[in-house]
């Protein structure tokens, strides 16, 4: 398998530009998460889904962040417009069913800089 | 509130000699606990998990973990750590919603492991 896969890997971007990171999470997962990892913050949920609905987008930072699934094997975080303050690792992270108790597989996270 | 601590940012050991991250957790109810280690430039691999039954979990590369209820912990060890153990490794405790479960992280415990 060839685990969750993020694209890309690394993206330098200008404030004001819009960003677009993806995310194919393993094939039969029907959960599917976003994470920000900072230095400041730590690791946060940014969204989850499951079965392509989002169930808690609670942690989006604010409207310029948006979402979406729309089929079972791909995702999407678009921020627009970016700015510096957006600088960090998003991770992408699926699970098999809807979470209980299920182990979340991370992809390799797509690096942002926002200048 | 459910909440996962790691009160210490790093961790020295010496190649060969015992390794222990500690992890606090506080929940309401049953707990579900996870340990996820990251290596410089990757996503976070699962290492381990407590659900129910045996206090004591078998994980990966040789790692175990020790549940203790009457002290909120989840401690993980390995008998004789490798210089390849080095990285950062994140306590993790299931935070049950509405009608799903969110993964709280702790901040991390950056593992230094010298020859």
């Known amino acids: 398998d060839a685990g969750v896969i993020q694209s890309p890997r690394h993206e330098v971007t200008e404030m004001g530009q819009e960003v677009t990171l993806r995310c194919k999470p393993i094939s039969g997962h029907n959960s599917l998460f976003w994470y920000r990892q900072t230095m400041m913050r730590g690791l946060e949920l940014l969204i989850y889904f499951n079965n392509n609905v989002p169930i808690d987008d609670s942690g989006m930072p604010e409207d310029r962040f948006s979402a979406k699934m729309p089929n079972a094997s791909f995702s999407t975080l678009k921020i627009q417009p970016s700015e510096p303050r957006d600088s960090a690792v998003y991770f992408c992270?699926?699970?098999?069913?809807?979470?209980?108790?299920?182990?979340?597989?991370f992809g390799p996270g797509t690096r942002l800089t926002v200048l | 509130a459910q909440s996962v601590a790691q009160p210490e940012d790093q961790v020295n050991v010496a190649e060969g000699n015992p390794l222990t991250v500690k992890c606090t957790y506080s929940?309401?109810?049953?707990?579900?606990l996870f340990w996820y280690v990251q290596y410089p430039n990757r996503g976070l691999q699962f290492l381990l998990k407590y659900i129910t039954g045996d206090n004591l979990v078998k994980g990966s590369y040789g790692f175990e973990a020790e549940f203790n209820k009457s002290q909120t912990s989840f401690h993980l060890k390995k008998p004789s750590a490798l210089v390849s153990d080095s990285a950062l490794y994140f306590c993790?405790?299931?935070?049950?919603?509405?009608?799903?479960?969110?993964?709280?992280f702790g901040a991390g415990t950056q593992v230094v492991v010298t020859p």
């Open positions: 993790a405790v299931l935070s049950l919603g509405d009608s799903w479960g969110k993964l709280q």
């Open positions: 929940v309401s109810g049953n707990p579900y």
């Open positions: 992270a699926s699970s098999l069913e809807s979470p209980g108790a299920d182990t979340q597989y």
